[in-house]
């Protein structure tokens, strides 16, 4: 190994040799000593490096790999990913199911992430974009009757709205927040069927084609009621939902 493949790697501190690995890592890439496509070290010479044992690398390659950070490619080394698809937000999921976040708190969450998605899609706004938003509009009245198909199509609205929200960063976080509330909107569509979301994706795309910042708060106060209130009640009580829609 190289001086200038190695420059990346501290001096070890204190702490589980596995964390030191992976937190190495996450500093040399927050840094930008590390970057997507490089060829990370041998097992032997990040040790070496490291100087920790070779079996606490190998741990802690694993864990990045589940990760999605690094792609190990057989019989030619291990690379830092070159992409972010395949990145797990499994371990943020599980924190923050872990922090059992109150009723107000998560919904506070999805009413800010709503608005603020919302908001850079306006300003982000394309005439092929909106032709997505209003295809993907026709592919949920005609699943209407299908729940597993409306789920689908509601959850792929979401994934739109990220994407062109032009911010990868903030795509990914409110991705995150969809996919910790997946369970809420699928049974919404279980409990009342497509109704609530026919309504909410047309005020969706209805104010963002106008660009009218004016009616974001109506259709973040919607999707909240919509979706609060049809959930199961695996997140709130009739309370928490009542109290929310009189601070909208």
């Known amino acids: 190994m190289t001086e200038e493949q190695s420059n990346w790697i ?37 040790a070496a ?20 950070i690094i792609d190990i490619v057989r019989g030619n080394g291990t690379y830092i990913s070159k992409s972010d698809e395949n990145i797990s937000m499994d371990a943020i999921l599980f924190g923050f199911l872990l ?6 708190e998560q919904l506070e969450f999805r009413a800010l992430m709503e608005r603020l998605v919302i908001e850079r899609v306006m300003r982000n706004l394309t005439d092929d974009r909106v032709e997505a938003l209003e295809k993907n509009y026709v592919e949920l009245l005609s699943s209407v009757n299908d729940t597993e198909r409306s789920m689908e199509n509601d959850i792929q609205f979401h994934k739109l709205l990220g994407e062109f929200t032009g911010n990868r960063l903030l795509a990914r976080i409110y991705m995150f927040s969809i996919s910790y509330f997946q369970a809420s909107i699928e049974s919404t569509h279980k ?17 963002i084609k106008k660009r009218d910042y004016s009616m974001i708060d109506a259709v973040v106060a919607e999707n909240i009621k919509t979706w609060s209130s049809s959930s199961d009640k695996l997140y709130f009580d009739q309370k928490t939902i009542s109290n929310q829609s009189d601070t909208e």
């Open 191 to 207: 409990n009342v069927g497509a109704g609530g979301a026919v309504k909410v994706h047309r005020m969706t795309i209805d104010a």
């Open 10 to 46: 501290p001096a070890k501190t204190r702490g589980s040799a596995v964390d030191f690995v992976i937190e190495s890592f996450r500093d040399a890439l927050v840094n930008k000593r590390l970057a997507p496509g490089d060829r990370v070290p041998s097992e032997n010479e990040l």
């Open 99 to 104: 922090s059992q976040p109150s009723e107000r």
């Open 49 to 68: 490096s490291m100087q920790v044992s070779r079996s606490t690398v190998r741990e802690a390659m694993k864990v990045l790999s589940a990760y999605g």
